[in-house]
């Protein structure tokens, strides 16, 4: 046997191991690269849905407050107009209690849906942000692919020449 096809033997086992170690170093980036997006991703559905939930309860303490002031508004109105006689319960005195739960009804909604619109804008920046990362991974997954072929192509294309080199030489004649 030649020196010839030994060393081209040799260079293809080469070849072959620097392939597999490049097509390994490719698959463990791409993992790492998916598990690193998907952990983002989970942390950030969590930590959305956490500020959600702060936001719909601090919009209904605001509410309860809104309107255990209105009470107390109400209450004073009351006794200040039983303090001038007037009588309550009618005419302008019901009027002035009518419109100050009115109002203060109006703020508590418009509290709980302020509460409500933060919550919504959260769990539409953490949808996005999901859809962000998942589109990260399915393009680190996609890079992977082409470099495994790439790899294999390449790894491919040096073993042949490598061959047919070593088989050029071993077939010509000697002196």
Do not use: C, W
Not at 11 to 21: E, L, N, P
């Amino acid at each position: 046997m030649s020196y010839a096809l030994v060393a081209a033997g040799v260079m293809i086992a080469g070849t072959a191991v620097s392939a597999k170690m490049s097509s390994d170093a490719s698959n463990a980036a791409a993992g790492r690269a998916i598990q690193q997006n998907t952990y983002e991703s989970v942390l950030q559905q969590h930590t959305s849905e956490m500020e959600q939930k702060a936001m719909i309860q601090a919009s209904k303490e605001q509410a309860l407050k809104i309107l255990s002031s209105a009470q107390f508004v109400r209450s004073a109105q009351v006794a200040q107009n039983a303090g001038n006689g007037v009588l309550i319960g009618e005419g302008s005195s019901q009027t002035m209690q009518d419109r100050t739960t009115e109002l203060a009804m109006s703020d508590a909604l418009a509290t709980l849906y302020s509460g409500a619109r933060g919550s919504f804008k959260s769990q539409v920046q953490s949808d996005f942000n999901t859809q962000r990362l998942n589109s990260a991974s399915a393009s680190a997954a996609a890079q992977n692919a082409s470099n495994q072929t790439a790899i294999a192509v390449n790894a491919t294309t040096s073993i042949l020449s490598t061959a047919v080199g070593a088989y050029g030489k071993s077939t010509a004649p000697t002196k």
